[in-house]
């Protein structure tokens, strides 16, 4: 990929859909066309993750579900601190400093 970066910045080479690696001249990576007319790349560079044609994945009949709600900045903080041996004073000064919210 950092060859075509290179080659298109550089040298301006432009590289039509369906004629390169990234853009669906192979089989496990394609440009897709999204419902508000926008493209996609999806894809699977690594050889192990597209050979075995048995595992299929389908976006459209995958239901999405919200499992949890996402942490907020610095809600584990101390928690990782304190596992990784830091006291509670050392944390405090930190939190004096402004290192950590």
Known sequence: MTGGAVQ????????????????????????YETKDGKLIGL????PWSWE??????KLSDTPGKVRRLAS?????TDEVLLSAGYTKSYLEK???T???G
């Open 8 to 31: 298109y910045f550089a040298a301006g080479l432009k590289f039509p859909r369906g004629e390169w690696a990234l853009a669906g001249a192979y089989p496990y990576y394609k440009t």
């Open 94 to 96: 930190l939190r004096q």
């Open 98 to 100: 402004n290192a950590i």
């Open 72 to 76: 907020y900045s610095g809600e584990h």
């Open 52 to 57: 075995d044609p048995g595992i299929a994945i």
């Open 43 to 46: 894809g699977c560079l690594e």
